[in-house]
Nanobody
Framework: VQLVESGGGLVQAGGSLRLSCAAS????????MGWFSQAPGKEREFVAA????????YYGDSVKGRFTISRDNAKNTIYLQMNSLNAEDTAVYYC???????????????????WGQGTQVTVSS
């Protein structure tokens, strides 16, 4: 499975961005998929994840109410709509896929079989 993120960029505080992650090599519905972020000098953090059907969604505490994860399995793509961005959201955002991703997240384990190359999000204050 190959994952390719897009949609990152520079945005002012309070603005919005939508990230996309296109999966190829296998039907994305076979996997739970999600987003993680990593800021310079910090550990990777969980942002959001969704089940293969898109029915179940999880969010990290810092993004609840501001970010929305969704998926379009017909396009093998997941999205992350990011609203009310602030400087603390500045990071590289990575897409991940794993059949057991949601179980891993519940255990506090951020392991995943497949990762994208990341897309930079920079929020200016």
């Amino acid at each position: 499975v190959q994952l390719v993120e897009s949609g990152g960029g520079l945005v002012q505080a309070g603005g919005s961005l939508r990230l996309s992650c296109a999966a190829s090599g296998r039907a994305s519905s076979d996997y739970a998929m999600g987003w993680f972020s990593q800021a310079p000098g910090k550990e990777r953090e969980f942002v959001a994840a969704t089940s293969g059907t898109g029915i179940v969604t999880y969010y990290g505490d810092s993004v609840k109410g501001r970010f929305t994860i969704s998926r379009d399995n017909a396009k093998n793509t997941i999205y992350l709509q990011m609203n009310s961005l602030n400087a603390e959201d500045t990071a590289v955002y990575y897409c991940a896929a794993d059949e057991r991703l949601l179980q891993n997240i519940r255990r506090g384990d951020f392991a995943a079989d497949y990762w994208g190359q990341g897309t930079q999000v920079t929020v200016s204050s």
